[in-house]
């Protein structure tokens, strides 16, 4: 299921200290709309998905999440290296090194613990979609309001991939959605056994969604990179409101 990879999923290369951002970027470690909350539910839900394509679609997100929670996780460290400890109280950090000094430690932007409610999963495959929907959507929007809090380009750079990969979790996720509705009548949450057939003859010929993830993030860093002027931050805001998605697949 898992290979290891030695590298981000996309470059993560920080250079300036910013402990205000470090506290805010954390909420995407352990907060309810985070990366962790988002790999556990979907990596929990898989098992009760009524067919092999909604497996495939909850193992491939819930693991690519893990690697978001890696690039956050990175992040945050970065941002907070070589801190002095007049600086983490000045950015309100103490109450965090009190019990945990420099370690990455999951809670949200105001210190809230990673707690385990914030995953749910239902056994209804409609419900627990609908769910991962909606998570894709606010986490997006969080993504959104994080790049409102920086100008630095080496951050902004990783949240806005980070942020267009929730719209094509969204997408991949509603396709499922629609998919299952079309199939499961009446609350029912198996399929038919003339439908598990049909479902396990397409599965032979869909396409990993992730199988080029490597190759394309290394594209769209270059691109960034060539293209970008570090002065114009417009130019970043400008491709997140684009939705653009074969740029940033």
């Not at 965090?96 to 495959?125: M, N, Q």
């Not at 993504?143 to 991949?172: A, C, F, K, M, S």
């Not at 003339?194 to 032979?204: I, L, T």
């Not at 869909?206 to 199988?211: A, D, H, R, V, W």
Request: net charge negative; charged share 25%.
């Amino acid at each position: 299921m898992f290979k290891y990879c030695k590298k981000l999923q996309f470059p993560v290369n920080i250079k300036k200290k910013d402990l205000r951002m470090a506290k805010y970027l954390v909420t995407q470690y352990g907060g309810s709309n985070g990366e962790l909350a988002a790999a556990l539910r979907y990596l929990n839900q898989r098992f009760t998905m009524p067919d092999d394509r909604g497996k495939a679609l909850l193992t491939d997100i819930g693991t690519e999440e893990l690697a978001h929670v890696e690039m956050i996780s990175t992040m945050i460290y970065q941002l907070m290296k070589d801190a002095t400890l007049d600086e983490i109280q000045k950015a309100g950090l103490d109450t965090h090194y009190a019990e945990h000094a420099k370690a990455l430690y999951p809670t949200d932007a105001s210190g809230v613990p990673f707690t385990v409610a914030y995953f749910a999963t239902t056994g209804d495959p409609l419900a627990d979609i609908s769910e991962d929907m909606a998570a894709e959507q606010k986490a997006r929007a969080v993504y959104e309001n994080l790049i409102d809090l920086t100008d630095d380009p080496d951050v902004i750079g990783p949240l806005l991939w980070l942020r267009q990969r929730e719209i094509v979790h969204y997408t991949r996720f509603k396709e499922l959605f629609e998919y299952y509705e079309k199939k499961l009548k009446k609350g029912n949450n198996e399929f038919s056994a003339a439908d598990q057939m049909e479902d396990k003859m397409n599965m032979n010929n869909m396409p990993n969604m992730n199988s080029n993830w490597t190759t394309e993030a290394n594209n769209w860093n270059n691109d960034l990179m060539e293209s970008m002027n570090y002065n114009n931050n417009n130019y970043l805001l400008e491709k997140m409101h684009a939705d653009n998605n074969e740029w940033f697949m």
